[in-house]
């Protein structure tokens, strides 16, 4: 009977033993891998924010200084950071929203300068409350301007310039309320009351400024917009020397056409009309009348997914008692390459001529000296290079 025991047992660690062996070198179970961590993006989608932002550079050089002829670039030789933005926005289809756009640079301090703040390195381009329902848009707070083909954000523009009509005959931004109703899914049309031409507070008068307009987009090849600013503008109100402010009044035409998907062309008009400033004059009521008419025409074109070029031309008309001020013609050519060595980032390479009449020397050619008494010089053309890095990034 032992020896019958001895013998299963013996056959059945045989049996077991490779098993044990191999479950002996086999590794441990591995352990249980962690909850993923859900990215930065997942989390905003799922809140309903949507980020964006850009960071722009540049180094240009003038043979002279533009001044009040260009915008963001005005002066002669120098390295900038123009512009770092971030914007965050809520905005629901339905509900309660809103939308903040903060930026850092130069393009801040001269914007906080054209609203009339102290002019910091740091500003508000947007920040707003938006109400949406059904067809209707709803914002009350401070956003930019309907008008024109170029904006403030630098990364939104073929050019690193940017128009005569941006800088002299169009608005950069609103305080106020805008209303936006989609008629149907080719027509928009916008209506709104604010303090002004780039107030951030109430104008000296308390007159508020309308705001019309309308887009048309019957297909993905062609679309219009139209916008009419009127209101009065206090800028220039001095009780001390008699001057009242103006009235303005803006009409603003956009059209765009995608021949190809590879080339666009843009075209920009722009009537303006300041009256009742006092400025031919020494009596505060009269009504000098000025008009300053101009177009802009852009041809985009992309040779590859990383290389483009943007060509612009315009040609802008001064009629008036303020001659003097602005000249009564001028014209202005700008070419722009860019490349894109990675997606995102964009270098921008750039060449801008500005002419006026042979009779209007109203660019700054050079500073003078008042320890030598050599008086600044003037001409009537300006010429520019330009190069700029833009990086851009959005979430979701």
């Keep these: 009977m032992r020896n019958t025991t001895r013998a299963i047992t013996a056959a059945v660690i045989v049996a077991i033993a490779p098993r044990l062996l191999l479950a002996a ?3 441990a179970a591995a ?26 550079a540049s180094y240009y ?17 120098t390295l900038q950071l123009d512009e770092a933005g971030l914007q965050i926005g809520y905005q629901p289809k339905q509900g309660i929203g809103g939308y903040v756009d903060i930026i850092a640079g130069t393009d801040a301090q001269i914007l906080n300068g054209a609203e009339g703040n102290s ?8 920040g707003y409350l938006q109400y949406a329902t059904g067809p209707l848009t709803v914002i009350a707070g401070k956003f930019v301007t309907l008008a024109g083909a170029e904006v403030i954000n630098p990364a939104q523009n073929t050019n690193f310039s940017r128009s005569m009509l941006f800088q002299l005959l169009e608005p950069l931004t609103h305080t106020g309320l805008r209303a936006t109703y989609a008629v149907s899914d080719t027509v928009s049309v ?12 109430v104008a000296t008068s308390g007159s508020k400024t309308g705001e019309f307009g309308a887009t048309y987009t019957p297909n993905k090849i062609l679309s219009f917009a139209v916008t009419g600013y009127i209101g009065k503008d206090d800028s220039n109100a001095n009780a001390e020397v008699n001057l009242p402010g103006q009235q303005l009044s803006l009409i603003d035409l956009v059209a765009t056409y995608n021949v190809t998907s590879a ?3 843009i075209l920009n008009i722009d009537a303006k009309q300041s009256s009742g400033d006092g400025l031919a004059g020494t009596d505060a009521s009269t009504h000098d009348t000025t008009h300053t008419d101009g177009f802009a025409a852009y041809a985009n074109y992309a040779f590859t997914d990383s290389l483009r070029t943007s060509i612009r031309f315009e040609y802008l008309a001064n009629h008036g008692p303020d001659d003097t001020v602005h000249p009564s013609h001028i014209v202005e050519g700008t070419a722009t390459i860019g490349y894109s060595p990675v997606k995102n980032f964009e270098i921008r390479g750039e060449l801008r001529y500005d002419k006026a009449q042979t009779d209007d020397a109203i660019f700054l050619r050079s500073l003078g000296s008042d320890s030598s008494e050599t008086p600044p010089t003037f001409a009537n053309n300006n010429f520019e290079f330009a190069l700029q890095g833009v990086y851009k990034f959005s979430s979701p």
């Design 263 to 265: 080339l666009t062309v």
């Design 119 to 126: 002019p910091s390195y740091v500003g508000l381009r947007q």
């Design 61 to 77: 050089h003038s043979n002279g200084y533009p001044g009040s002829f260009h915008a963001f670039d005005e002066d002669h030789d």
């Design 31 to 56: 352990a249980p891998a962690p909850p993923a961590v859900p990215a930065l993006s997942d989390l905003l989608t799922g809140w309903g924010l949507t980020t964006s932002g850009e960071f722009a």
């Design 190 to 201: 916008i209506v709104g009351v604010n303090n002004g031409w780039n107030y951030t507070d």
């Design 25 to 27: 070198d086999a590794p």
